[in-house]
């Protein structure tokens, strides 16, 4: 959307973060900003002392001011002290009579933080109210509304700490109706998820109509690195799926694979999957932090259940027979299915091969080993199944971070949960066909047609949670 130039001319939104201390708004505007290292965040009351700046950007453009602002402590005891103020003053409005206490700050050392907050608030365009919805609904917090809605901003109440808490966010709504304030958001603040500050944004425009443009703009363009970082982490997974699937390695003994090999297919997955566990979390920013807020089964960096482990086919629902419970063979299978074809196609071919040269190229390794009657070890069916479902898993809690409660990945109650997350898409073992068919793709990161053609068919998969296409 293209910015007119009155627009243009206008200065930043400014709104400030107020609330009751602890309500979560630095971690607010932690997760606006995506930068974990604004302000400081703590179990501790009183934890932001200043007023802090910080602002979101279109491209160059500053279009979004926010203020941290320091916690309400008492607001029972400033109320009171502003109706007496008021009483002796007679101010003509509620604005002025802040203007008056604000100008006699010092006369009141006990409100130093809540005169910041003040200071802050009738400066701004709009107050984003934070409230912790598990606090039980007390004289305070109306206090707290009373006072910041003499500064005649709009007031939007943003619903903090929702996950698993619907009966007291019902409450709360009721509670706030009341004061006028109907308009409310829902947000875990240590969410990441687009649609939430989309509505956000989207209550803005309908508070602030006189700057609805520049916020569409700003909705747009996060739109836009929203779905980049989707596309990035989906096509990340899809990575990992290559060069697990088109994993082989070549049994030199006569009497099948030894120990070592299969040691060394299993590490060669767990440090793939470690990879992009790496990655997936680098794109979206998550910290140690969010990963214990989001509970995932992730320790040091590391996935808590060994990939190999039989507890995880359980708890993704595979059906399978107890030979992939095998213990320490676990996740190896011999391609007797040369490149996707079965053994007698690939000999045929083999017998040809002068006649498709491009064919025999491909697999002129594989074919090469079948002529000398070797095999090939590679990744089994369940075990690139498994990465699949964990990697489709792991990126729905990544993209909607702040949802812990329903986010968790189980990992003790076996098929019952979640059905349809177990849920392979139809046209699975044809998408593993294709990769296993592509040995080569492993080494090379490919642009081909039918790479490029996978890749969008899987990742559209990934990112719409859809079991079929
Ligand atoms: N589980 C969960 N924890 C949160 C959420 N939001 C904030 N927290 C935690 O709540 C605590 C307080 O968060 P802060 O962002 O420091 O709260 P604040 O309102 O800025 O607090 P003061 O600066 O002290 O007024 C921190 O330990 C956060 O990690 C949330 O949505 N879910
Ligand atoms: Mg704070």
Request: hydrophobic share 40%; charged share 20%; no cysteine.
């Given at each position: 959307m293209t910015r007119t130039s009155s627009n243009d001319a206008k200065p930043p939104i400014n709104i400030a973060v107020v609330?009751?201390?602890?309500?979560g708004k630095t971690s607010l505007i932690r997760t606006l900003l995506r930068d974990d290292q604004f302000g400081e965040v703590d179990?501790?009351?009183?934890?932001?002392?200043y007023v802090e700046k910080s602002s979101i950007y279109v491209d160059e453009e500053e279009v979004l001011d926010l203020f941290d602002t320091p916690g309400f402590e008492d607001s029972s005891a400033l109320l009171q002290t502003l109706e007496n103020l008021s009483q002796k003053k007679?101010?003509?409005t509620p604005v002025e009579l802040l203007h008056m206490f604000i100008a006699q700050a010092d006369d009141y050392p006990d409100f130093a933080q809540e005169t910041k907050v003040l200071r802050q608030a009738v400066n701004s365009d709009v107050l984003l109210y934070m409230i912790d919805?598990?606090?039980?609904?007390?004289g305070k917090y109306r206090d707290e509304v009373e006072i910041l809605s003499k500064a005649g901003k709009p007031i939007l109440p943003v619903f903090n700490f929702i996950a698993g808490h619907a009966d007291a966010l019902a409450k709360w709504r009721e509670q706030m109706a009341q004061f006028n304030l109907h308009a409310a958001l829902e947000f875990d603040?240590?969410?990441?998820?687009f649609e939430a500050e989309k509505r956000l944004y989207q209550k803005l425009q309908s508070l602030l109509e006189h700057r609805y443009e520049e916020l569409q703009t700003l909705i747009d363009y996060r739109q836009k690195i929203w779905h980049n970082l989707n596309q990035a982490a989906a096509r990340r997974i899809f990575q990992l799926l290559v060069e697990v699937a088109c994993y082989r390695r070549e049994i030199e003994s006569k009497n099948g694979y030894s120990q070592a090999d299969i040691t060394s297919m299993q590490n060669f997955v767990r440090n793939a999957e470690q990879q992009a566990l790496q990655d997936l979390l680098t794109i979206f920013a998550f910290t140690r932090l969010d990963i214990d807020l989001q509970q995932l089964p992730v320790k040091d960096g590391q996935?808590?259940?060994?990939?190999?482990?039989p507890l995880m086919l359980k708890t993704f629902g595979l059906d399978v027979g107890a030979s992939a419970l095998?213990?320490?063979?676990?996740g190896a299978g011999i391609d007797l299915l040369v490149g996707g074809m079965s053994l007698g196609a690939a000999t045929l071919l083999g017998a040809t091969l002068g006649a498709g040269w491009a064919t025999a190229r491909k697999y002129q390794q594989e074919l090469t080993a079948l002529l000398r009657g070797h095999k090939w070890l590679c990744v089994d069916d369940n075990t690139v199944a498994l990465l699949y479902l964990r990697q489709r898993k792991l990126l729905h809690v990544l993209t909607r971070r702040g949802h812990a409660a329903q986010g968790k990945l189980h990992?003790?109650?076996?098929?019952?949960?979640?059905r349809a997350e177990h849920k392979l898409p139809k046209q699975w073992s044809k998408a593993v066909k294709v990769l296993r068919q592509n040995p080569h793709w492993q080494s090379s990161s490919s642009t081909g047609d039918e790479y490029l053609k996978l890749q969008t068919r899987i990742t559209g998969w990934l990112l719409h949670s859809e079991t079929d296409d």
């Open positions: 609330g009751h201390t602890n309500a179990d501790a009351a009183g934890t932001t002392r007679k101010p003509a919805v598990r606090e039980p609904l007390l603040t240590v969410a990441f998820d996935w808590e259940l060994d990939i190999f482990s095998s213990g320490a063979a676990a990992y003790t109650g076996a098929a019952t949960t979640e």
